[in-house]
Nanobody
Framework: QVHLVESGGGLVQPGGSLRLSCAPS????????LGWYRQTPGKGRELVAV???????NYADSVKGRFTISRDNAKNTVYLQMNSLKPEDTGVYYC??????????WGQGTQVTVSS
């Protein structure tokens, strides 16, 4: 079983920055994809960014050029650096672990609020 612990959410003004962190623990399969999804009022959960264990990344069009996902495999941690934040980035951000084989896992979510 895999447990995900997220940190780094909070309140920030438009144009500001935040960095989210997520550290999976438990029975981690080395070949995996780590990612961030967000849920906003009136919308379902949507992909923000994902990164494979090999370093390949994929971003939602709405965050390209502003957000950067990275991972430290030695620390088993994934990061999401969010710059130039906009009010529409407000939502609950969830960390996801998807192994090559086996069930995926989700974190409990961390609130990001972009408001003046």
């Amino acid at each position: 079983q895999v447990h995900l612990v997220e940190s780094g959410g909070g309140l920030v003004q438009p144009g500001g920055s935040l960095r989210l962190s997520c550290a999976p623990s438990g029975s981690i399969f080395s070949i995996n994809t780590l990612g961030w999804y967000r849920q906003t009022p009136g919308k379902g959960r949507e992909l923000v960014a994902v990164i494979s264990s090999g370093g390949s990344t994929n971003y939602a069009d709405s965050v390209k050029g502003r957000f950067t996902i990275s991972r430290d495999n030695a620390k088993n941690t994934v990061y999401l650096q969010m710059n130039s934040l906009k009010p529409e980035d407000t939502g609950v951000y969830y960390c996801n672990y998807t192994p090559r084989w086996g069930p995926d896992a989700w974190g409990q979510g961390t609130q990001v609020t972009v408001s003046s």
